[in-house]
């Protein structure tokens, strides 16, 4: 079984900043696709973005594309979500997932809340 672990959230203003991070245990995450999503009081949870191994397809929702990067370290079986220019719009629990016939392991998620 894999556990993943977010952190990395909290409250900021507008316009600044946050990088999230999902550690793995119990799998190495090297050859899996890695994905982000987030879920908004009242909104269905949605794809923000995922990583393929070895970094060589990233795709990004087209509402945080050009402000949010995702990223692994296949060493320290992470991978991260750089957030910058936040919106009080991108307040929503960010969760990691791993893909495995389908979005089938989640982290316990994390919070970001944007303030106006």
């Known amino acids: 079984q894999v556990s993943l672990v977010e952190s990395g959230g909290g409250l900021v203003q507008a316009g600044g900043s946050l990088r999230l991070s999902c550690v793995a245990s119990g799998r190495a995450l090297s050859t899996y696709i890695m994905g982000w999503f987030r879920q908004a009081p009242g909104k269905e949870r949605e794809l923000v973005g995922n990583?393929?191994?070895?970094?060589?397809?990233?795709n990004y929702d087209d509402s945080v594309r050009g402000r949010f990067t995702i990223s692994r370290d296949d060493f320290k079986n992470t991978v991260y979500l750089q957030m910058n220019r936040l919106k009080p719009e991108d307040t929503a629990v960010y969760y990691c997932a791993l893909y495995l016939h389908g979005w089938n392991y989640w982290g316990q998620g994390t919070q970001v809340t944007v303030s106006s």
């Open positions: 990583i393929s191994p070895g970094a060589s397809n990233i």
